[in-house]
């Protein structure tokens, strides 16, 4: 049973950073690619980011503009989410999620995090 | 990007109807299209990819089609839990689009 379980979420203000993690268990997770979906309050789903199973390729949506990082830890089966400069506008829930088969679909999600980026 | 375009935005049905949502892609996603069911405050659930494969445990009444760049989701037989939002997603290209969501409710 595939379970992923994400932290770090909380509120900040405007500027400030945050670092999400995920914790994967019950799958091999150097495996997989990894992705981050996000959800503003009572909006659709958001693609954020993907890391690829060997951490070395990364891709970003247009609106991250250099400000988040994804990562990795394959010893420790987490993935991670460092926010920087955040905007009211970065407020959301944040899915941890794993990207299974070719082509690709999410299969599993954790249960989010939540980020309130305000002032 | 591609993007993904779905319709109705809202629909209203009974248990027992039957209810389609289409989702439409920019450009070509070769079948490479997902769709996902939504209920509040839970994360999103896989129910049909490539277009027309039923994910493991998903109800037989859950179906897929593509035609081009058209896509639908038809659910017959409407069951109580299956009022919720619907989204697609394409995972052809980076960064894999979703369309902005149907939501299913009971009439």
């Not at chain 1, 980011?49 to 987490?78: A, C, E, H, L, Q």
């Not at chain 2, 591609?2 to 892609?25: E, Y």
Request: net charge neutral.
């Amino acid at each position: 049973q595939v379970q992923l379980v994400e932290s770090g979420g909380g509120v900040v203000q405007p500027g400030t950073s945050l670092k999400l993690s995920c914790a994967a268990s019950g799958l091999s997770f150097s495996l997989y690619g990894m992705h981050w979906v996000r959800q503003a309050p009572g909006k659709g789903l958001e693609w954020v980011s993907v890391i690829w199973p060997d951490g070395n390729t990364k891709y970003y949506g247009d609106f991250v503009k250099g400000r988040f990082t994804v990562s990795r830890d394959n010893f420790k089966d987490t993935l991670y989410l460092q926010m920087n400069s955040l905007r009211a506008e970065d407020t959301a829930v944040y899915y941890c999620v794993r990207s299974f088969g070719t082509p690709s679909r999410y299969d599993s999600w954790g249960q989010g995090t939540l980020v309130i980026v305000s002032s | 990007d591609t993007q993904m375009t779905q319709s109705p935005s809202s629909l209203s049905a009974s248990v027992g109807d039957s209810v389609t949502i289409t989702c439409r892609a920019s450009q070509s996603v070769s079948g490479y299209l997902n769709w996902y069911q939504q209920k509040p405050g839970r994360a999103p659930k896989l129910l049909i990819y490539t277009a027309i494969n039923l994910q493991s445990g998903v109800p037989s009444r859950f179906s897929g089609s593509e035609s081009g760049t058209d896509f639908t989701l038809t659910i017959s037989s409407l069951q109580p839990e299956d009022f919720a939002t619907y989204y697609c997603q394409q995972s052809y290209n980076l960064p894999f689009t979703f369309g902005q969501g149907t939501r299913l409710e009971i009439k």
